[in-house]
T-cell receptor, first 111, second 115 residues
Framework: RKEVEQDPGPFNVPEGATVAFNCTYS??????FFWYRQDCRKEPKLLMS???SGNEDGRFTAQLNRASQYISLLIRDSKLSDSATYLC????????????FGTGTRLLVSP | NAGVTQTPKFRILKIGQSMTLQCAQD?????MYWYRQDPGMGLKLIYY???????DKGEVPNGYNVSRSTTEDFPLRLELAAPSQTSVYFC??????????????FGPGTRLTVL
């Protein structure tokens, strides 16, 4: 079983739509959780951290369910510029801050 | 600040050749990492370093070596290139202590093809 699992997509949505991505992780000792964004042929960049109480950053909302080992990302009012691959990332409780990356969910927003 | 820089951007190697992928950061970060990303796969950790003179293996270290003689530089060496090493290689860094985030800052990547 993969440590971090995501639906690879692609998710094809029109501009203005709301779209949600899910992610599950297998290591119950996972400490922290993040969503990174990766544009085509570019490096990953941090989109947002995910907190137990849920958190929002503009059109983006992240949720964490530790009991179910489940993380989600909701994007409202999708823009063309949101087209990218979204990586679910888990930080393990190790001394060197090991990050475990999911394979990513691809989002395509069309006009 | 230039952030994390990587050279070269692209490289084609023949089987058995050697090369060094360069990585440098100007943010005075202690932690540095090398990842590879294969198509449709998540990033896999090759090697990491927690400071100058200290390196350790990640999940997929076979076929690679690293050194960390300065805080700024973290080169990755491929000694005998094999087709299985065809991949995109990312270098990343982060400061030693960040209270609420584990954000790693990535370089632009090196696309390596071994034929």
């Amino acid at each position: 079983r993969k440590e971090v699992e995501q639906d690879p997509g692609p998710f094809n949505v029109p501009e203005g739509a709301t779209v949600a991505f899910n992610c599950t992780y297998s290591n119950s000792a996972s400490q922290s959780f993040f969503w990174y964004r990766q544009d085509c042929r570019k490096e990953p960049k941090l989109l947002m951290s995910v907190y137990s109480s849920g958190n929002e950053d503009g059109r983006f909302t992240a949720q964490l369910n530790r009991a179910s080992q489940y993380i989600s990302l909701l994007i409202r009012d999708s823009k063309l510029s949101d087209s990218a691959t979204y990586l679910c990332v888990v930080k393990l409780n190790t001394g060197f801050q090991k990050l475990v990356f999911g394979t990513g969910t691809r989002l395509l927003v069309s006009p | 600040n230039a952030g994390v820089t990587q050279t070269p951007k692209f490289r084609i190697l023949k089987i058995g050749q050697s090369m060094t992928l360069q990585c440098a950061q100007d943010m005075n970060h202690n932690y540095m990492y090398w990842y590879r990303q294969d198509p449709g796969m998540g990033l896999k950790l090759i090697y990491y370093s927690v400071g100058a003179g200290i390196t350790d293996k990640g999940e997929v270290p076979n076929g690679y070596n690293v050194s960390r003689s300065t805080t700024e530089d973290f080169p990755l060496r491929l000694e005998l290139a094999a087709p299985s090493q065809t991949s995109v290689y990312f270098c990343a860094s982060r400061p030693e202590r960040v209270a609420t985030s584990a954000e790693q800052f990535f370089g632009p990547g090196t696309r390596l093809t071994v034929l």
